[in-house]
């Protein structure tokens, strides 16, 4: 069961080696609410002498890759799932010392190898294994394949859990540098270090199993291979800003670029699945194209962005609503066929939308059965249009 075999067009980074849950909420610091703050140590219950700790941002001066590997790498772990026959190894991390653990949705499920969510099955069984050798067994509390995050539970009196730190992502640069712990070649190569710097951001990467692709990805060079999935990414001051979650790969080889999971979203998954076992996503129902100043020069379009509709799900929120393709239909550079008299979406909730990630992000940051206002441009005038929010459909 190799790596390409899970095959997407951007393969899973989980190498091959042949429960309900207490509340807790996400903060604006990242840090989980219940949580002791930085510097905090909470003694852990006495089956056995432990400790639990959550780590302090590091100085901002300075990108120290020998520092944060060295107060970092014991909240980083190896995930072994077993679905059988086969294995599947990953990297993940505490991110409570309560005994929560985050890694990728394709390491502990068959999301890879599954044609639709419906498909999707656990693993039978999930080891964590930490950096001081310990070993133990886990349980999957849930798993999000929107945004490819699992959550996992271990006993936290059996293990001195060091909880990472979440940073948020929205302010890093292309330049800014990253480092990244984890497991590339499974177990027996654990806690691995490599650097590099963010080489592009707001990516999109097809999620596994279902319809939809995760927006707002972090594009790094820093080195990410097999068994790195699920494992944090750091940004100068050691807080995680991401999860490792793919490879651009052709021929199933890596070709030193890597793809992350946005902190935002991790946290977002992460709360909703500690408090209710699974993650609910808004869903507008469209497909579109980017509005450029060629295109609008071309059809005589009334403004130079946005994104103009190009299909709209049958029965769904945009129908219901009254948006629509139009009925003319062109054809566009390399775009292709475009319906130049659609509707074109300027704007969500007053928050301007000129590419699809703009538009994913803006439906999701809203709960399905929300009421928004859509700015729309139809027949070259502004129009306002009501959208009741459906929720996500797994797979079209």
């Not at 995680?240 to 991790?266: D, H, K, L, N, R």
């Not at 209710?276 to 379009?301: C, D, I, K, M, N």
């Amino acid at each position: 069961m190799g790596v390409s075999a899970r095959g997407l067009g951007l393969p899973c980074l989980a190498g091959v080696v042949g429960a309900a849950g207490v509340i807790v909420g996400v903060g604006a610091s990242g840090a989980l609410r219940d949580e002791a703050p930085a510097h905090t140590v909470t003694v852990g219950l006495p089956i056995m002498p432990t400790v639990a700790e959550t780590v302090a941002d590091l100085p901002a001066s300075a990108f120290d890759p020998r520092r944060i590997y060295r107060e970092r790498m014991a909240g980083v772990v190896t995930v072994t799932a077993s679905f059988g026959a086969d294995s599947v190894s990953g990297s993940g991390f505490v991110v409570s010392t309560k005994g929560l653990l985050l890694t990728n949705a394709h390491v502990v499920t068959s999301s890879p190898d599954a044609r639709t969510a419906a498909d999707v099955k656990k693993a039978r069984r999930v080891f964590v294994r930490f950096a001081d050798g310990n070993s133990l067994p886990a349980t999957i509390v849930g798993y999000d394949l929107f945004d490819d995050i699992a959550v996992l539970r271990v006993d936290p009196r059996r293990e001195p859990l060091v909880a990472l730190v979440f940073g948020p992502s929205a302010p890093l640069q292309v330049g800014d540098p990253l480092a990244v712990i984890g497991s590339p070649f499974g177990k027996d190569q654990a806690e691995s270090l490599s650097v590099g710097v963010v080489s592009a951001l707001g990516r999109e990467i097809q999620a596994p199993a279902v319809s939809f692709s995760t927006p707002n990805a972090i594009q790094t060079d820093a080195a990410i291979n097999h068994g790195n999935s699920g494992g944090p990414v750091f940004d100068a001051r050691g807080r995680v800003v991401g999860v490792a979650a793919q490879i651009e790969s052709t021929g199933g080889g890596g070709e030193g670029v890597g793809f992350a999971i946005p902190s935002e979203a991790a946290q977002r998954s992460l709360a909703e699945i500690v408090s209710s076992g699974s993650v609910r996503y808004a869903w507008l129902g469209v497909s579109t194209e980017p509005v450029t100043r060629e295109l609008a020069r071309q059809f005589h379009l009334a403004v130079t962005s946005g994104l103009l509709v190009d299909g709209v799900s049958s029965g769904g929120p945009a129908e219901r609503a009254g948006l629509s393709a139009g009925r003319r239909t062109a054809v566009f550079q390399d775009a292709g066929t475009v319906h130049p008299d659609g509707d074109i979406i300027v704007s969500v909730a007053g928050r301007p939308i000129r590419s699809s990630t703009d538009l994913s992000v803006a439906v999701a940051a809203w709960s399905p059965g929300a009421v928004v206002r859509l700015d729309v441009v139809r027949s070259g005038q502004h129009v306002g249009v009501d959208v009741t929010l459906g929720q996500r459909p797994t797979n079209l």
